[in-house]
């Protein structure tokens, strides 16, 4: 494990782009009069963003690069093109979002891939036995997988989240209805809130929790490979999870051929280490968990939506000296 002692400002830290006003006005088109009325006016507002956001644009330029050249799939590498392709597709991302809060996008419209039954074992706790861990990823869409959840199923499902950084978009989708959310701010994990999610796994509750992004606190993280370049990965998932003695899942939602699919698959049944052990059973754990999702961004190369250098270590918070 190493310590972040980049200077680069921290992803959390970032200030939200645009006005509530704007993202009102582009919600209420897209829901009364459609998405490709709204079409010619997106195109405008994302090319003002991609234009005004050189760091954005270098980071997704490195992470097209860097999956080209991992995968030997030179089609792949960035141009002007592809890499406004890629904010063209989270724009789409954050309209989707709305129609699965306002109920546009149901549960029947979604593919599930689950071949060893997570969904059951999800469904089944509400009545039975402890929860589980969902790690979940910031490649894809992950609201769909949330909204189906707590609309469609209806199971007990805790998002651990580090959103105060949008709260305008989220003020938008508490509009929608994400506020029937079980949303747990997140910002170190402190003997108090470890106390209360293990008490939610012992009722049966499931958690879920970003796996791919450093948190703001906590000075710690996992270096490992990740498409041919070690990057930070938190390391909170991978504690929690051993602390806890619940098995963890991995959770991914993509659009494909413009269909959702959800992919479920168990990682870890029994997350335990030896004595002394900890650090490098967290970072096996870590380095798994970076393979299987540079696989799935092969499968979506341009729904990877982290706008921010994700190889150089971020700088963090010391919550010692705040």
């Not at 003002?48 to 080209?68: D, P, V």
């Not at 904010?87 to 809060?101: G, P, Q, S, Y």
């Not at 921010?308 to 270590?313: A, F, G, R, S, V």
Request: hydrophobic fraction near 40%; proline fraction near 5%.
């Amino acid at each position: 494990m190493t310590e972040a002692a980049s200077t680069a400002p921290h992803w959390a830290r970032q200030k939200e782009r645009g006005s509530f006003v704007l993202m009102k006005i582009t919600a209420v088109i897209a829901r009364r009069l459609g998405r490709r009325v709204l079409s010619p006016l997106l195109h405008v507002i994302v090319l003002y963003f991609f234009a005004s956001s050189r760091r954005g644009r270098a980071a997704i330029r490195e992470y097209q690069t860097r999956l080209a050249t991992w995968s030997g799939r030179p089609e792949l590498q960035p141009t002007t093109r592809r890499v406004f392709g890629q904010f063209m597709a989270f724009a789409e991302c954050l309209l989707d979002r709305l129609d699965v809060w306002n109920g546009t996008l149901r549960l029947e419209q979604v593919d599930m891939r689950d071949p060893h039954g997570v969904r059951q074992q999800l469904l089944a706790s509400q009545h039975e036995g402890r929860g589980q861990i969902l790690v979940c990823t910031h490649l894809g869409n992950l609201d769909v997988c949330r909204a189906m959840a707590e609309l469609g199923e209806q199971v007990p499902l805790n998002v651990l989240v580090h959103n105060q950084h949008v709260s305008q978009f989220n003020r938008l989708l508490g509009e929608a209805g994400e506020h029937r959310m079980r949303l747990i701010q997140v910002t170190e994990l402190d003997t108090a809130l470890m106390m209360d999610l293990a008490q939610r796994i012992d009722r049966g509750e499931w958690l879920a929790i970003a796996g791919d992004r450093v948190p703001l606190h906590g000075e710690r993280c996992v270096t490992v490979d990740f498409l041919g370049h070690p990057a930070p990965f938190p390391q909170g998932p991978w504690l929690m999870a051993g602390l806890l003695r619940c098995p963890v899942n991995l959770i991914c939602c993509l659009k494909v051929d413009g269909r959702y699919r959800i992919e479920l698959e168990p990682y870890l049944a029994a997350p335990a280490w030896a004595r002394g052990k900890r650090d490098e059973a967290i970072q096996s754990w870590v380095a798994g968990y970076a393979q299987r999702l540079a696989a799935q961004c092969l499968e979506a190369p341009q729904q990877w939506f982290n706008f921010y250098p994700y190889w150089q270590t971020p700088h963090v918070e010391n919550k010692d000296a705040r």
